[in-house]
């Protein structure tokens, strides 16, 4: 039942958002690796302990957080550090960069479902994608449906174009406008580029269609798109920590990030080298694509609202999380609507579902399997000098999951989320 390795690391690739260019190496060193685990204990659990030790460890990891669930309930929230001044919780707040993409989508289904929007409008009659002075907008726009927007079948292929949302310094240069860009400013400079491909003909991902549709979310409701996700979807959880990240500045009991690299701002037009994590790229471009902050209970919580229809998404939205595409369909796997998914006929008829996110300073990890399991790994980087894959936590946390022999009966979500 193990997700395929391989998989994972196309897939953190794939959700990997590269920084700006002119990236260079950072010359600091790590603290000597220490080993701190707050939250509650789980002597049957310890497997999962043991392996986050093993990787955050091997990888100057400073700060980690793991959460599990089996059969609906909480069984494991933990916090870990490997540097002593560092302390981190059960509750401490991480960039989650790409799953950020399964809250967008279940946004746009919320509007669908209240009969707002539908999955066919196309986002040319939502949005007004005008170009900038002298240039024309591929007439294949106007086949972009919604559906293609959250599947990535809108047209983009950042392999071939590269990553509108990271090419911050080009689009300011090209549209004459200041540092940090606006999401309008992205979406002006695409409307006068030719489309990749055909929009419903193939498969790529794209933040930039995450970002369209964080604007369809806010043009739709009348709202922003953090007060419509916080209002309809995570407040009938009870997920309060949550927040859209800030790129330089940080929440309370959010965790420092780090990189090996440093790259050019581009918070504003000086040009100046910073870390990785703090202004080579805009947090405020990446809210829908990626930019929200959690916990890792925070996603496991989550997590279990796909389980069953409830107040927030009924059954035939949750049927359209899973739909498969038109085009996309590789090594048995598929992109649903902020998910990646792989049916299975082990114990009879399910599936595994899961994403990684991933920037400078940032990995994470959130899965749910076909016979009841979630996990949820946060990682406050994703480089180091070990060159070690940080993919291969999908395994690792596998390893943890069959080597439990009872899992336990308690559950942790009324101490995490109390009503």
């Known amino acids: ?63 980690g957080q793991l959460a599990v669930t089996y059969k609906g309930r909480l069984v494991l929230a933990r916090g870990y550090s490997t540097e002593s001044t560092l302390a981190v919780q059960p509750t401490s707040l991480f960039r ?24 066919t409008t196309p986002v040319t009659s939502i949005l007004g994608i005008t170009p900038a002075t002298g240039l024309t907008r591929d007439p294949r726009w106007s086949s972009i449906t919604m559906w293609r927007l959250l599947q990535h079948l809108g047209g983009w292929d950042r392999d071939v174009s590269g990553d509108p949302n ?41 933040n930039f269609g995450y970002l369209l549709a964080g604007r369809v979310i806010e043009k739709v409701s009348g709202m922003s798109y953090a007060a419509y996700v916080q209002q309809k979807l995570l407040t009938p959880l009870r997920i309060k920590r949550m927040a859209l990240g800030w790129s330089v500045a940080k929440h309370t009991g959010e965790m420092p990030y780090s990189s090996q690299y440093t790259g050019r701002t581009v918070l504003d037009g000086s040009g100046a080298t910073v870390a990785a994590p703090y202004g080579t790229y805009s947090m405020r471009i990446q809210d829908a694509n990626g930019g929200w902050i959690a916990s890792a209970p925070d996603l496991v919580r989550w997590a279990k609202m796909f389980d069953a229809p409830s107040t927030v998404l009924n059954a035939t939205s949750l049927s359209r999380v899973w739909a498969k595409p038109e085009v996309g369909i590789s090594n048995g796997w598929y992109y649903g609507l902020g998910w990646q998914v792989r049916p299975t006929t082990q114990g009879g008829t399910g599936r595994n579902t899961w994403h990684t996110g991933s920037l400078p300073g940032s990995f994470s990890l959130l899965v749910r399997t076909y016979n009841g399991m979630s996990w949820a790994a946060l990682f ?35 101490q995490y989320f109390p009503a």
């Open 1 to 63: 039942m193990d997700l395929s390795r391989r998989d994972l690391g196309k897939l953190a690739v794939a959700t990997g958002a590269a920084a700006a260019g002119g990236i260079a190496i950072a010359r600091s060193a790590d603290a000597a690796p220490t080993w701190k685990a707050t939250g509650t204990a789980v002597p049957a659990l310890a497997g999962f302990d043991a392996q986050m030790k093993t990787f955050m460890q091997a990888r100057g990891i400073t700060a």
């Open 96 to 119: 989650i960069a790409s799953l950020s993409k399964s809250f967008t989508s279940a946004a746009i289904l919320k509007l669908v479902q209240d009969g707002k929007l539908t999955m």
């Open 166 to 206: 990271f090419k911050d310094a080009t689009i300011s240069r090209t549209l004459g406008v200041p540092l940090e860009l606006r999401h309008a400013d992205v979406i002006k400079y695409m409307a006068g580029q030719k489309l990749d491909f055909a929009p419903g003909s193939k498969a790529a991902y794209s």
């Open 380 to 414: 406050n980087r994703r480089d180091d000098a070990s060159g070690k894959s940080y993919g291969d936590i999908d395994a690792a946390m596998w390893t943890a999951a069959n080597g439990v022999r009872t899992w336990p009966t308690n559950d942790l979500f009324p």
